[in-house]
């Protein structure tokens, strides 16, 4: 009986709902500005988005309101004017989602796009995906300050069969830190706390790096991790034996129901002490300085995340998992997760794999 509900209610992907609802990245505002129009498969919906000459961002659906002809620059969707021109027939649309010509005739006032809200950090735009299109339900946090004295932002994507609740799962599973990227000394900094949808997680570890292929040195980091929502995981980093600070964003979003995208983002504080483990980086300028410290902590950071993804893309999605002591509050997680799957509730009002996770939690605890 547990199985055939498991399996009737719960979708595919080993029991996991595909799309859990949340802010996800879209593309960088640069990206935009350099490629005109872009198009994505996103929470297994095809969408579009570009920017127009006044700097508002639109993210639609790619399908025209006209006849359905799919407008991506890969079938011949362009931006003239700062507006999008479907390729079949020509009908123009405004960063508004509003039809505001066609070629020959009048424009008609039902022709809207179907929009996505937005949001932009440092650059970064992210759309609201949201269950059976409801209006967002949450809001990502206010953009961190960073001026000069913060580099660039230097990224890599991922892309492989998985999920985001299972990507983002890594950032309260302490176990795994020391077992598979051979961290030192993990050592949780109090509980995590969870308020809506955003979730707190503050760690403190220890690791031998190679800096700039040069030394080995020990490196005592803090690290705390804010996480809204599945495909917004914001990670900033003390690392205390070189007085340097780093940010480190971990962008998930679900591409079609099997596979998912992670971005990392990496970007870098100014380094206060460089003499004590480089020689030679402090007569660099501040500006190189920045980019070469960001570009090797984006590459251990891929390092790290290309170890995870061997794990997750063969795993399974394992409810109830049997925890041990040292395993970190993974049943909390779980429990936070559930207010993403909104459609998922049944009619106790509590998902069936949630009740699993939360009597293996029980167990744990009693
Ligand atoms: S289908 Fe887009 S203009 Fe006709
Ligand atoms: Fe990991």
Redo the contacts with the bound molecule.
């Keep these: 009986m547990t199985e055939r509900m498991n399996a009737r209610g719960l979708g595919p992907l080993e029991g996991l709902q595909p799309f859990p609802e949340g802010w996800y990245f879209v593309a960088t505002r640069k990206s935009l500005a350099r490629e005109k129009l872009v198009e994505r498969t996103w929470l297994g919906e095809e969408i579009v988005a570009w920017c127009d000459d006044d700097g508002r961002i639109c993210v639609a659906g790619a399908f025209?309101?006209?006849?359905?002809?799919h407008?991506g620059p890969t079938v011949g969707g362009v931006v003239r004017d700062g507006c999008l021109v479907?390729?079949?027939?020509?009908?123009r649309f405004d960063t508004t989602g509003q039809c505001v010509a066609?070629p020959n005739a009048p424009a008609p006032k039902a022709a809207r796009l179907k929009l996505y809200e937005t949001r932009e950090i440092l650059g970064m735009v992210f759309a609201w995906w949201g269950a059976g299109g409801r209006a967002p339900q949450w809001e990502l946090p206010p953009e961190p300050p960073a001026g000069a004295e913060w580099s660039g932002l230097r990224s890599h994507a991922f892309r492989f069969r998985g999920h985001p609740q299972e990507t983002t799962e890594n950032s309260v599973d302490l176990e795994h830190l020391g077992y598979t990227h051979g961290y030192d000394d993990v050592c949780p900094a109090g509980s995590i706390s969870i308020e809506g949808a955003y979730l707190k997680s503050c760690f403190n570890f220890s690791n031998v790096r190679r800096i700039a292929g040069v030394k080995d040195i020990v490196s005592d980091v803090t690290s705390v991790t804010h996480v809204h929502g599945l495909g917004y995981s914001f990670v900033e980093f003390h690392e205390q034996t070189i007085g340097m600070d780093a940010r480190l964003w971990v962008l998930a979003t679900p591409i079609d129901g099997t596979l998912v995208e992670v971005v990392l983002v990496s970007q870098t504080h100014e380094i206060r002490k460089p003499g004590r483990f480089v020689v030679g980086l402090g007569f660099l300028p501040m500006r190189l300085r920045h980019r070469l410290m960001n570009r090797i902590l984006l590459r251990e950071e891929m390092r790290y995340v290309a170890q995870d993804v061997v794990i997750w893309e063969r795993k399974r999605y394992q409810s109830p998992p049997r925890l041990c002591r040292t395993d970190g509050p993974i049943g909390k997680y779980r429990r936070y997760c559930r207010q993403f799957y909104p459609e998922l509730r049944l009619e106790t009002g509590v998902p069936l794999r949630e009740r699993m996770d939360e009597a293996a939690s029980r167990h744990l605890s009693g």
Excluded: D, N, R, V
């Design positions: 025209c309101p006209h006849l359905g002809s407008m479907c390729p079949f027939h020509g009908f066609t």
